[in-house]
């Protein structure tokens, strides 16, 4: 079985009363019309046991073994919660009018980092839910172990891969010092990469970054124009 603080890649596909919302597969997420291209999908990568997936998934996951395949059932209280009244605001007109915004039904707003949907408008009140639009809801999860990563130069491009999803890194260690090479980066990425290098590896003493910056198709033709 997983142990706890393992990294595993898993794919998923999440069910509400029969309706596909959720799923690492591309393919599916487009035939179900929930496709979302600021997504990148394909099996995802999370430290077993540790708080980075649903509750109840992170619970079977340590139940399982690579290759295993479960379909599990998730109480509210073991994926997105209960629905909580005390989450449900009522927020005057003005309010939004100040920030230029005029609200609708359905509207996302977020407030002191708080996520909600407009729930109604009525003689200048504005109705926001901020609990999860699936909270109190019974979830079916179908969900599958591809790997346990062992390999300390793969650990760490996961790690890479889970702050800046996109991005392609190499990775090599020499002694106790981590060279990861990419492409620039917000310095505030990298320190989260640095952070968690260091919380899972106590012989790692040094990160080192190796950005490339490539010149852009646009100033090459500016160039070739000027000769």
């Not at 487009?30 to 600021?38: F, R, S």
């Not at 039904?105 to 729930?119: A, H, Q, S």
């Not at 109604?120 to 591809?146: M, P």
Request: hydrophobic share 40%; net charge negative.
């Amino acid at each position: 079985m997983v142990e706890k603080g393992k990294l595993v890649k898993v794919s998923y596909d999440g069910y509400v009363d029969d309706k596909l919302f959720d799923t690492t597969n591309e393919e599916k997420a487009k035939e179900a019309g929930i496709y979302n291209p600021k997504i990148v999908y394909g099996p995802v990568a999370i430290f077993a046991g540790e708080g980075q997936i649903l509750p109840g998934l992170d619970e079977v996951i340590l139940e399982m073994n690579v290759g295993e395949e479960r379909e599990v059932i998730l109480p509210p209280e073991k994926a997105f919660g209960k629905r909580d009244p005390s989450k449900i605001k009522i927020i005057p007109l003005s309010e939004f009018k100040k920030r230029g915004l005029t609200p609708f039904k359905g509207m996302v707003i977020t407030v002191d980092g708080l996520t909600g949907r407009v729930v109604s408008i009525n003689s200048g009140r504005v109705l926001v839910d901020f609990n999860h639009e699936l909270a109190g809801k019974e979830v079916k999860y179908r969900i599958k172990i591809e790997e346990i990563i062992e390999n300390k130069e793969d650990i760490i491009k996961e790690i890479v891969k889970m702050a800046a999803p996109r991005v392609v890194s190499t990775v090599k260690i020499e002694d106790n010092t981590v060279i990861i090479e990419i492409p620039p980066l917000d310095p505030r990425i990298k320190l989260a990469i640095v952070q968690e290098i260091f919380k899972r590896f106590d012989d790692i003493d040094e990160v080192k970054f190796i950005e490339t910056f490539k010149k852009k198709k646009e100033e090459k033709k500016e160039e070739n124009k000027e000769q």
